[in-house]
């Protein structure tokens, strides 16, 4: 019954190379979001989905594009993969976005990208 | 713009003894205030959170915080800490984009 999902947990691949992380949750949240944590342990967001609809698109690079196909999965594709991708990605969720009242979010296991 | 900061990178106390760590906020609204744990190769775990009300809000696992506007401030306590209290604890604010905006850290290291 995990909440919040990611595969694979660990990825390790070469430069250049194209890869996806994908990312479930089962808890009927409207809004999923994509973290990038780094080596120094930094969490910073970079994208936030709201009912299959981009809401944040903090600077990342364009070679990161998020999917969505439906509200309860939000998968991150990494094109020309490189060295200072390799991080910690967090996908996590909530059950609404914006307006006045605020509600936690569901935070993921975590898939650790190492590029080589 | 928001930020927030945590000014102690490790800290390190013994088994029961007390807790605190420090956590500065900027944010010019009300804030939103949460504080995460994370365990060694784990992902992130909410402790509790502030909205609004009460100031002394109580967490999950014996913690609690106190915020407290006037100094821009949002600590963690707890009175005993036990072993299995040892990870990264994050503290965060939250915009009204439901944008979480994450302290750098504090590892607590727990000795016996």
């Known amino acids: 019954d995990t909440a919040v999902s990611q595969t694979p947990k660990y990825l390790v691949t070469q430069m250049g190379n194209d890869k996806s992380i994908k990312c479930e949750q089962n808890l009927g949240h409207d809004t999923m979001y994509w973290y990038k944590q780094d080596s120094k342990k930094f969490l910073k967001i970079m994208f936030s989905y709201n009912n299959k609809e981009l809401i944040i698109n903090e600077t990342v690079p364009n070679r990161f594009s998020p999917k969505s196909p439906d509200k309860a999965h939000l998968n991150l594709h990494i094109n020309s993969l490189e060295l200072g991708d390799s991080a910690v990605y967090f996908c996590?969720?909530?059950?609404?976005?914006?307006?006045?009242?605020?509600?936690?979010?569901?935070f993921g296991p975590g898939t650790r990208l190492t590029v080589t | 713009a928001q930020s927030v900061t945590q000014p102690d990178i490790h800290i390190t106390v013994s088994e029961g003894a007390s807790l605190e760590l420090r956590c500065n906020y900027s944010y010019g609204a009300t804030p939103y205030l949460f504080w995460y744990v994370q365990s060694p190769g784990q992902g992130l775990q909410l402790l509790l959170k502030y909205f609004s009300g009460d100031t002394l809000v109580q967490g999950i696992k014996g913690f609690e915080a106190e915020f407290k506007r006037s100094q821009s401030s949002f600590n963690l306590r707890k009175p005993s800490v036990h072993w299995s209290d040892a990870a990264e604890y994050f503290c965060?604010?939250?915009?009204?984009?439901?944008?979480?905006?994450f302290g750098t850290g504090t590892r607590l290291t727990v000795i016996p």
């Open positions: 965060a604010v939250q915009t009204g984009a439901n944008n979480l905006f």
């Open positions: 996590a969720s909530s059950p609404t976005s914006g307006g006045a009242f605020s509600y936690e979010q569901y």
